[in-house]
């Protein structure tokens, strides 16, 4: 059974900074591709970042673009965020997940979810 465990959320004021980890039951190299996505209140669950096991490529949205950075530590099993520059935008609920396929976009085909952790920015 696949296990994604969110932490590193909190209240940040805007310009701050928070890692967000997201830390796998199993092997995080078993995975085609980890990626972070986000919904804010009222809205639809939209995609932030995410990284291939195999390589390390990487996709961002472009509104984080610049300002997040998505990380692996494969000896660790755990998979990164790091927010920068934080908007009052950036408020959400992130969640981890991850594919076990590989598919020609990194935005597609994550069967694997953690329960999120909250990011609050204040202005």
């Known amino acids: 059974q696949v296990q994604l465990v969110e932490s590193g959320g909190g209240l940040v004021q805007a310009g701050g900074s928070l890692r967000l980890s997201c830390a796998a039951s199993g092997r995080t190299s078993s995975f085609a591709t980890i990626a972070w996505f986000r919904q804010g209140t009222g809205k639809e669950r939209e995609f932030v970042a995410a990284i291939r096991q195999s390589g390390g490529s990487t996709d961002y949205a472009d509104s984080v673009k610049g300002r997040f950075t998505i990380s692996r530590d494969n000896a660790k099993n755990t998979v990164y965020l790091q927010v920068n520059s934080l908007k009052p935008d950036d408020t959400a609920v992130y969640y981890c997940?991850?594919?076990?396929?590989?598919?020609?976009?990194?935005?597609?085909?994550?069967?694997?979810w953690g329960q999120g952790t909250q990011v609050t920015v204040s202005s």
């Open positions: 997940a991850a594919s076990a396929r590989f598919y020609l976009s990194l935005r597609v085909g994550y069967n694997y």
